[in-house]
Protein backbone atom coordinates (compact mmCIF):
# COMPACT_ATOMS: atom_id res chain seq x y z
CA UNK A 1 0.00 0.00 0.00
CA UNK A 2 1.27 3.23 -0.85
CA UNK A 3 -0.45 6.94 -0.25
CA UNK A 4 0.70 10.11 -1.32
CA UNK A 5 -0.57 13.09 0.51
CA UNK A 6 -0.71 16.81 -1.51
CA UNK A 7 -2.04 20.33 -1.55
CA UNK A 8 -0.33 21.80 1.33
CA UNK A 9 0.29 25.28 1.35
CA UNK A 10 0.34 28.89 2.79
CA UNK A 11 -2.99 30.32 3.78
CA UNK A 12 -4.36 33.18 5.96
CA UNK A 13 -6.10 32.80 9.38
CA UNK A 14 -9.81 31.85 8.14
CA UNK A 15 -8.94 30.88 4.98
CA UNK A 16 -9.69 27.44 3.22
CA UNK A 17 -7.11 24.42 1.61
CA UNK A 18 -8.10 21.19 0.11
CA UNK A 19 -5.62 18.11 0.57
CA UNK A 20 -5.61 14.53 -1.26
CA UNK A 21 -4.63 11.72 -0.81
CA UNK A 22 -3.74 9.08 -3.52
CA UNK A 23 -4.19 5.36 -2.44
CA UNK A 24 -2.20 2.64 -4.62
CA UNK A 25 -0.97 -0.69 -4.16
CA UNK A 26 -4.11 -2.59 -3.15
CA UNK A 27 -8.29 -2.22 -3.13
CA UNK A 28 -9.10 0.81 -1.68
CA UNK A 29 -12.26 0.09 -0.57
CA UNK A 30 -10.64 -2.36 2.11
CA UNK A 31 -9.20 0.38 4.20
CA UNK A 32 -10.06 2.96 6.65
CA UNK A 33 -8.01 5.81 5.78
CA UNK A 34 -7.29 9.10 7.96
CA UNK A 35 -5.71 12.12 7.72
CA UNK A 36 -3.35 13.19 10.99
CA UNK A 37 -0.84 16.29 11.49
CA UNK A 38 1.73 16.75 13.36
CA UNK A 39 3.10 20.03 14.76
CA UNK A 40 6.46 20.69 15.79
CA UNK A 41 7.03 19.43 19.69
CA UNK A 42 3.69 17.69 19.34
CA UNK A 43 2.63 14.43 19.52
CA UNK A 44 1.01 13.29 15.86
CA UNK A 45 -2.86 14.39 15.88
CA UNK A 46 -5.75 12.62 14.64
CA UNK A 47 -7.78 14.64 12.42
CA UNK A 48 -10.37 12.95 10.48
CA UNK A 49 -11.34 9.49 9.69
CA UNK A 50 -13.23 8.14 6.73
CA UNK A 51 -13.55 4.35 7.15
CA UNK A 52 -14.39 1.87 4.65
CA UNK A 53 -18.49 2.27 5.12
CA UNK A 54 -18.67 5.84 4.53
CA UNK A 55 -19.12 6.54 8.36
CA UNK A 56 -16.69 9.53 9.12
CA UNK A 57 -15.20 10.30 12.68
CA UNK A 58 -13.37 14.15 13.54
CA UNK A 59 -11.08 15.06 16.33
CA UNK A 60 -12.70 17.90 18.70
CA UNK A 61 -10.65 20.79 17.27
CA UNK A 62 -11.67 20.38 13.24
CA UNK A 63 -15.45 19.27 14.05
CA UNK A 64 -17.40 21.55 11.93
CA UNK A 65 -14.58 23.43 10.23
CA UNK A 66 -13.10 20.49 8.34
CA UNK A 67 -15.01 17.84 6.08
CA UNK A 68 -13.41 14.32 5.04
CA UNK A 69 -14.47 12.06 2.09
CA UNK A 70 -13.08 9.55 -0.59
CA UNK A 71 -13.99 8.45 -3.64
CA UNK A 72 -13.27 4.94 -3.93
CA UNK A 73 -13.53 4.96 -7.91
CA UNK A 74 -10.46 7.51 -8.42
CA UNK A 75 -8.66 5.89 -4.87
CA UNK A 76 -8.24 9.18 -3.26
CA UNK A 77 -9.00 10.31 0.03
CA UNK A 78 -9.78 14.81 0.42
CA UNK A 79 -9.87 16.62 3.35
CA UNK A 80 -11.52 20.26 2.88
CA UNK A 81 -10.21 22.55 5.77
CA UNK A 82 -12.03 25.60 6.16
CA UNK A 83 -11.85 28.27 8.91
CA UNK A 84 -8.19 27.59 9.48
CA UNK A 85 -6.66 28.69 12.38
CA UNK A 86 -2.86 29.26 13.83
CA UNK A 87 -2.89 26.51 15.19
CA UNK A 88 -3.69 24.26 12.50
CA UNK A 89 -0.18 24.76 11.12
CA UNK A 90 1.26 21.54 11.06
CA UNK A 91 2.32 18.50 8.62
CA UNK A 92 -0.88 16.82 7.78
CA UNK A 93 -0.12 12.80 6.57
CA UNK A 94 -3.09 10.66 5.50
CA UNK A 95 -2.77 7.02 6.73
CA UNK A 96 -4.25 3.44 6.41
CA UNK A 97 -5.52 0.77 8.28
CA UNK A 98 -7.41 -2.63 7.47
CA UNK A 99 -8.12 -4.04 11.00
CA UNK A 100 -11.98 -2.69 12.51
CA UNK A 101 -11.03 -0.85 16.20
CA UNK A 102 -13.25 -0.16 18.22
CA UNK A 103 -14.52 3.75 17.35
CA UNK A 104 -12.45 5.04 20.27
CA UNK A 105 -8.97 4.55 19.19
CA UNK A 106 -9.89 5.42 15.40
CA UNK A 107 -8.30 8.75 15.88
CA UNK A 108 -5.12 6.91 17.65
CA UNK A 109 -1.74 7.13 15.25
CA UNK A 110 -0.98 4.05 16.43
CA UNK A 111 -3.69 1.88 14.48
CA UNK A 112 -2.34 3.19 11.25
CA UNK A 113 0.14 0.43 9.14
CA UNK A 114 0.54 2.59 5.66
CA UNK A 115 1.47 6.44 5.86
CA UNK A 116 2.16 9.01 3.51
CA UNK A 117 4.85 11.04 3.28
CA UNK A 118 2.86 14.43 4.51
CA UNK A 119 2.13 17.89 3.66
CA UNK A 120 2.83 20.74 5.23
CA UNK A 121 -0.18 23.34 5.89
CA UNK A 122 1.06 26.64 7.59
CA UNK A 123 -2.21 29.30 8.59
CA UNK A 124 -0.34 32.72 8.94
CA UNK A 125 -0.98 36.35 8.34
Known amino acids: VQLQASGGGLVQPGGSLRLACAFSGSAVDSYHIGWFRQAPGKEREGVAI???????RYGDSVKGRFTISRDNAKRMVYLEMNYLRLEDTAVYYC????????????????????WGQGTQVTVSS
Open 95 to 114: AARKNRIVLSAQLSAIHYDY
Open 50 to 56: ANRDRST
